[in-house]
C-alpha cells in the first residue's frame, strides 16, 4: 500500500508540475515525464495494459505530435 | 481587492476539503484483490472457459465488447480522415501568406549526429518490439492500440533524425492509406463474416486453439492484429500529412 500511496502523490505532483509550466514547449517535455508517472501508478495498481497505452500514446506519441506542430508554427515575427 | 480574498477563501476551502478527503482515501486503500465483484469473475470464467485467451483485457475489448473497439477505432479514423481534408491542398488552391519553411531569422536546426547514429538501430528493434506486442495482444499486456502507437512513433523516428524527405522516402504515403483503409474495413468484414455464418455481429467463430499458444482465440487475435494495423498506419498518416501541410508550401509540389 506504501507503494501505491507513494506513486499516487508522485502523479500529484507530476500533474501540478504541468500546469505550473507556462512554456509550452517545456510543458510538452513535463507531460511526457509525467506521462512516465502514471505508467508506473497503473503497473503498481496492476494493470499492465493501462501502464502501456500511456507509455506510448501519454508520453510519446502526444508529445511527439505536439513537439512536431509547435516545431512548425513558432514563428515570432509572421503573420500568424 | 475583496473579490479576489474572497476567490483565495474558496481557494483555501477547496484545497483543504481536498487534501483531507484524499489523505482519507489513500490511507484507507485496499490492498490489492481485496474486492471481488460478480462482472469480474464471470469475466475470467467466460474467458478462460468460453474463449482461451490469456488477456482478458484483450477479451473484453475484440469479443464481449468488439462493437466498442469498432467504434473507437473508426473515432481514431475519422480523425485521420478530418485531418487530411482540413490539410490538403485542392486543385486550384492558392496558398496565401509567407512559405512557412523560410521564414526569415529560423533556420532548420542541423541534424544532431548522436540522433542519426542511434536511429537506425533503433527503429528496426522498436517496430520489432510492436510486432511483438501486437501479435501477442491476446497473451500478454498489450494489443492493437498500443502496438500501432510503438510502431507508429518508432517509424518517426526516422523524421526525428533524418528530416522529412527521408521520412517521405521511407514512408509510401498512397500504400500507407491503403493498408490503413484495408485494415479498418477488414474489422468490418470480420464481424459481417460472422453475421453470414448465422452467428452476431463480430462473434467469434474461428476455431479457439489452446489457451496460450499464438494463434488462439478465435477470433480476437485477427481483429487485435486489423486493430494494430490500422493504428499504426493511421499514426503515419497523421503524420505525414501534419508534416506535409508546411514542408510542401512554396515548393509548387503538390505531393
Redesign the interface.
Known sequence: MALQTGSYILVAIGALLVVLTRRPERQVVVYSLYGLLLTLLFLVIRAPDVALSELTVGSVAIPLTILVTLSKMRDPEGPE | MSATRLRTGVLLIGLVALGLTLGWS??N?H??GDIRGSYETQIEAAALRERRVA?L?AFVNFDYRALDTLGEEFIFLTAIVGLSLVLRRLPGEVEE??P?PM????SAPAPDELTQWITPAFVPALVVLGVY?LIHGHLT???G??AG??I??AL?MI?VAFGYSAFRHTINQEKTEAVEAVAAAGYIAMGLVALASGAAFLANILPLGKTGELYSAGTIWLLNDLTGAEVSFG?LT??AE??R??QDRGRGDDG
Open positions: 489513500l490511507l486503500l490492498e490489492y488477456n483485457d501568406g509567407q512557412l521564414i526569415p531569422g529560423r506486442v499486456p498489450g494489443g492500440f498500443q502507437a510503438i507508429g512513433s518517426a523524421y499514426f497523421m503524420l501534419f508534416l501541410e508546411t
